[in-house]
């Protein structure tokens, strides 16, 4: 026996909906549960990893050998710190109309090494060195802008092109040049 159902016009198709959501209101219920309980979980859950990798050294194979160079050459009168923010060593005046303009300009920028007074780590001399890119036009650009802010600041900025080798007698020699 064939049974038919009838929605006797818009009234009946409510009726049934009514009833099936009444009849099944214990599952409708835990499928609305158990939606705000995933929502809520990827909401809470940390991730075990956050998506992050060591990068490895911190400098180049050429900047270490011009680093062992240098420590030689500046011994204890200097702390050396290498790949220094430019934000870190600048900042953008206070009553600079397009403060944030000029910070960005920095904030990815950084300098290969920094040569502070041991006792209160204030920046002395920052040194640059200057491998084949610095021909190409936007990184001779850069320097450029990086020149010149470090000149306004009034912090020496050493320029030294990379080498085979090093001697620490000349490094000291262009250190003290500058200062």
């Known amino acids: 026996m064939e049974t038919q ?3 006797g016009g818009s ?3 409510v009726e049934f909906v009514t009833s099936v959501l009444i ?15 995933i929502m809520l979980m990827q909401i809470w859950a940390t991730p075990t990893r956050l998506p992050y990798e ?7 194979k ?13 011994q204890d009168d200097f702390e050396i710190f290498a790949m220094v923010r430019i934000a870190d060593l600048l900042r953008v005046q206070k009553d600079q109309k397009h403060r944030r303009k000029w910070l960005n300009k920095i904030l990815a920028k950084h300098i290969d090494f920094v040569l502070c007074d041991p006792g209160s780590l204030e920046p ?3 040194i640059e060195l200057d491998d084949p890119t610095h021909q190409r036009p936007d990184r001779a ?6 020149n010149h802010a470090f000149e306004s600041a009034g912090i020496p900025l050493l320029r030294i ?9 000349e490094i000291r020699e262009l250190i003290d040049g500058v200062r």
């Not at 209101?25 to 705000?36: D, S």
């Open 62 to 74: 050429t900047e270490l050998r011009f680093y062992k160079s240098l420590a030689k050459a500046v």
């Open 5 to 7: 159902v009838r929605f």
């Open 141 to 146: 650009e850069r320097d450029i802008f990086v």
């Open 54 to 60: 060591a990068r490895g050294q911190l400098v180049t």
């Open 161 to 169: 092109a990379t080498e085979a080798t090093y001697r620490s007698r």
């Open 124 to 126: 002395l001399v920052c």
């Open 23 to 37: 009849g099944w209101w214990p599952f409708w219920v835990g499928l609305a549960v158990l939606i705000a309980l």
């Open 11 to 13: 009234s009946g198709l």
